[in-house]
């Protein structure tokens, strides 16, 4: 082939468009249009929310993820890498606990806090406030196993077909419920003090 018959060559409409295609740096595109079945494909970017079979999604850091009602909880248990007061970093052993209570690192963020709350005089409030806390968190749990351990049915199949009631008798119910009720009441006042 001479040089002649190679500048005579007529170039065909896809093969200029697809060199305006690499130009342009969309190695995606097509060169051709073509007849029958074309599925629809929506382009989504950073931030965008859509549904799609049922599900609901989204692009976080150029990766396509689904929502779930979970997310909100995942993200409170989440710790950071660096404490958002500070900008330090969260690898004290108290950390994770200082963060989920005050939203902060321990050292030096929660440790300057309460040292602002003992200037101020605010400290045995503060103290006060987060004992009664632990305190009430602790008989909502005690209640809580009281109630699933009186409320429970255990009753047992044997092998020789025998049914055995394992249940915890009224009386043993009743005295567990006095107790509970005098141990919240011995409790309560302390919170209250």
């Given amino acids: 082939m001479s040089n002649e018959s190679l500048l005579k060559k007529e170039f ?24 029958g079945y074309q599925k629809v494909s929506e382009r989504h970017k950073e931030g965008d929310i859509w549904e799609e079979n049922g599900k609901k999604w989204t ?48 050292d030096p963020c929660t440790v300057e806090y309460e ?14 406030r ?12 005690m209640e809580q196993w009281a109630m699933e351990f009186i409320n ?7 092998e020789q077909g025998e049914i055995e009631d394992w249940n915890v008798n009224d009386t043993r119910k009743k005295q567990l419920l006095e107790n509970l009720k005098s141990y919240k009441d011995h409790l309560s006042e302390h919170i209250e003090k």
């Fill in 12 to 35: 065909k409409q896809s093969d200029v468009q697809r060199v305006r295609n690499l130009v342009n740096k969309d190695f995606t595109a097509s060169t051709k249009q073509q007849s």
């Fill in 59 to 106: 692009i976080k850091n150029g990766i396509k993820q689904n929502i779930t009602k979970l997310d909100s909880a995942k993200k409170a248990l989440q710790l950071p890498l660096r404490c958002p007061k500070c900008g330090g970093p969260m690898e004290h052993w108290l950390a994770k606990k200082m963060y989920k209570i005050h939203g902060f690192c321990f």
């Fill in 115 to 128: 040292a602002d709350l003992r200037k101020a005089g605010l400290y045995e409030q503060y103290e006060k």
């Fill in 130 to 141: 987060m004992m009664q806390g632990n305190m009430k968190a602790f008989l909502g749990d």
């Fill in 152 to 158: 429970q049915n255990d009753t047992f199949v044997t």
